[in-house]
């Protein structure tokens, strides 16, 4: 979120542009007073909306016209060139919208348009009068949001056992961390927008049990709530070692704005961090720790970190780009145990800490629904609408596994947008939209200034083709079983990962073309 926002720049749109400077299915960004606006063009339609993507400030001028819809290059949100409308996550607000007249070969951007809300899911019979949601992440957020700007107007009720209305999670272990975001960036919505849109937030609120024949749920503090659709979306939490020293005071793992403050302020007065695991969790905190100026120590069991999901090119790249900001690595190595100021090492000695940060990865939270009966496959099983077993009730984010068009087999991710984007669906589809899920996983990971975005999913490979100079930072990562693309990580090839998720989209099951 610490990108900047471009300014308004280019032609004064409302002065005309020359319609023949503008390709069909492109676009030229200009401005209406201060406001950058881009224009865009599909055959004898022109379209002007907001040219700033409302999730970080990407510059749409730079992202990908697909139909009637313009993406983000950044972190691949969608926006209706029609209505401006965020279509898909990870953006929820929409753009704004100008009126376009074309007047002898020239193309003039009039004034604001009037917002217009999106297509709206038919009303089912019977319509759900109560939904609940159970979780404050991801899913359950862009859940609720979804069901209101469908126009549902009855009951939302979000359960969530964290003591913070739900959060931009991946900023906690990057820029917020960092030190680069402020604290007004880090809340999806603020507290009025819950109140506005009726949406009965319910915090630190403990749900022990789901009774699906009599449709409600039990609360911890003896409460229950029915429902006639229930969301479950209890996340995933961290995986604490089974260490001795685990437990003192500052030692950490990240998952929830609490933990992320509880680092920043042991971080002010730390001088030593050992950060155990070199997941993508445990090497952003790295990457924010030394942008604090405290010396940082990762200590993994692989051999090069990452290489399990980006494999071995990558991996090495990555661990290059941390050892030149004076991370120092410990590899193949594991953590024994924890005292007040050092970390002892399984291959022998100890390194000094006064902090230590545990990010060897999460597991899914399925205990709720492991006791409620629902059909389990190392996660909640779940068919193409998000539908769990039990009438009435769906799951999404990083407990749902889904079966994934795209690499023909069930899959679960831990993903934000995954978590985003099945949050919406399970919403539409709540109210009776019966739409498959079959969007492509992304994510991208932030590693000091370098980002890795990563479209499709790949839990092996025999091949990966390297297209580029990853070096140079400069590079497309093609991950391939039997000759088939499976998924695609780039550095700085923005436009061509937008090709690349657009035609795996629409060619799900086949192999997809090259951008």
Known sequence: MSESQPDAAGPDLTEGLPIDRIADGGTVVGHVGEDAVLVARLGSELFAIGATCTHY???LADGLVVGDSVRCPWHHA????????????PAMSPVACWTTELRDGTVFVREKAASRPMARVPAASPRPQRIVIVGGGAAGFAAAEMLRRQGYDGSIVMLSDDDASPVDRPNLSKDYLAGNAPEDWIPMRGDDFYREQRIDLR?????????AAAREVSLGDGGKVGYDRLLLATGAEPVR??????????VHTLRTLRDC????????????????????IGLEVAASLRARGVEVRVVAPEQRPLERVLGPQLGDFVRALHEEHGVFFHLEDTATAIDGRHVALKSGGALDADLVVAGVGVRPRLALA????LAMDRGVAVNEYLETSAPGIFAAGDIARWPDPHSGASIRVEHWVVAQRQGQAAARNMLGAREKFDAVPFFWSQHYDVPINYVGHAESWDEIEVDG???NRDCMLRYKRAG???AVASIYRDADSLKIEAAMEHEAGREWTRP
């Open 241 to 250: 070692l089974p260490l001795p020293g685990m437990d003192l005071p500052h």
């Open 203 to 211: 915090l630190a609120t403990t749900v022990t049990g789901i009774d």
């Open 370 to 373: 492991e006791k409620a009966g």
């Open 484 to 486: 088939r693309v499976l």
């Open 78 to 89: 969608c926006f209706s060139l029609r209505t401006g409308e965020a279509l898909h996550a």
């Open 261 to 280: 403050r509880a680092i920043i302020a042991r971080a002010a007065t730390a001088s030593r961090a050992v950060v155990m695991g070199a997941s993508f």
């Open 469 to 471: 100079d990853i070096g």
């Open 57 to 59: 400030g990407g510059p």
